[in-house]
């Protein structure tokens, strides 16, 4: 697939540099999936590298291996940074090429997403928002990171894996998403030992490794022998294996990075959520637009045992995490959502 850069453009633009994009070469010319004549036209657009072993990379290669599948045509821009002045420029440009879905891959291009609706109504939009209706237009639909679902399974495994009796968590930010996934880690981790200890703590950026890594050290220092993580893995799993502690991986299968030390991975299947929205798009079912929440059912997150973990887990926590796994299929159980609050005034049966 050929590729180009989107020099000129950053020049005159003044965005960050390095930002680079997928040329719409490939797909060899299928019908989509809604049955149109031609396949629906998908920009991505990601706020940091496409190769960050997290957020953007699960993103990334969730879109190309939809494109691959035969799903939509793709483009793709990466290291646009986070803020709105750069965001706009980037977006204006696919919106007035004609693609029909803007993807842009982070909690922070809500706001513009919506200014940029009102004056491309034409255009289908779709950002990594909060779940909150109010966030939605005619025109914008969020996608929703469900991490609340696996890290409460993840939460049942770190109990069952603890030696000190204290996990923990930390977050970029302590918006819905992430707290809903803090709380998650907590209320799994209750649910196998009700007197678990817990502590979190929110940096207040989502990409600072040596900030991640000094916050995971004092949660180590203070007992926690297991830590989740929220947008922050990079430096949490380097004091992990710097410490031989015990962390949860974010978003991909982290696995590999720490196969001693990475308990397991909630990871996020965006091929399968972005593959879902561009299909309404070709159906014309995406307006109104709506709220897509890809789960545990669905498949759209995972959550599996390391079986390289450094220490055993309860055969007693493994049964409940497969019960549970098995309850959340079958749709007898869902997972508690708490995006504000503790886990522990949440009143969890199973």
């Not at 990601?46 to 939809?66: R, V």
Request: proline residues 5%.
């Amino acid at each position: 697939m050929r590729r180009r850069r989107f020099a000129a453009l950053l020049l005159v633009m003044g965005l960050v540099a390095g930002a680079c994009s997928n040329s719409n070469g490939g797909g060899g010319g299928q019908e989509p999936s809604g049955g149109g004549e031609k396949k629906v036209k998908v920009a991505l657009i990601l706020p940091n590298a496409k190769d960050d072993f997290t957020w953007n990379q699960q993103a990334y290669e969730g879109a190309i291996a939809a494109e691959k599948a035969g799903s939509f045509d793709l483009d793709w821009v990466d290291n646009v940074g986070q803020d709105a002045s750069s965001f706009i420029p980037v977006a204006e440009r696919y919106a007035q090429e004609g693609y029909d879905l803007i993807i842009a891959h982070t909690f922070d291009y809500g706001e513009p997403v919506k200014q940029l609706a009102d004056q491309y109504p034409d255009v289908d939009w779709a950002w990594a928002g909060s779940g909150i209706p109010d966030d939605l237009k005619q025109n914008v639909a969020v996608y929703e990171q469900p991490f609340y679902e696996g890290s409460f399974l993840a939460g049942i495994l770190m109990a069952g894996a603890s030696k000190t009796g204290k996990v923990g968590a930390i977050a970029g930010f302590d918006i819905p998403a992430c707290h809903s996934m803090v709380e998650g880690f907590h209320a799994g981790a209750m649910l196998f030992n009700k007197d678990i200890g817990f502590e979190a703590t929110y940096l207040g950026t989502w990409f600072d490794p040596a900030k991640e890594k000094e916050a995971a050290l004092a949660l180590y220092d203070a007992g926690v022998d297991i830590i989740g993580v929220c947008g922050t893995p990079t430096g949490v799993i380097e004091a992990a294996k710097e410490q031989n502690k015990g962390v949860i991986g974010y978003v991909n299968e982290q696995e590999s990075a720490a196969p001693q030390n990475v308990l397991t991975s909630v990871a996020w299947n965006t091929q399968l959520t972005f593959e879902t929205m561009a299909a309404d798009v070709a159906d014309g079912q995406f307006e109104p637009a709506k709220s897509y929440h890809v789960g545990l059912a669905d498949g759209g997150i995972v959550v599996e045992p390391n079986p390289q973990y450094k220490d055993p887990i309860d055969q007693a926590a493994l049964d409940l995490y497969h019960d549970v796994l098995a309850k959340v299929k079958s749709g007898a159980f869902e997972p508690p959502y708490i995006p504000e609050g503790s886990a522990e005034d949440v009143k969890v049966t199973i």
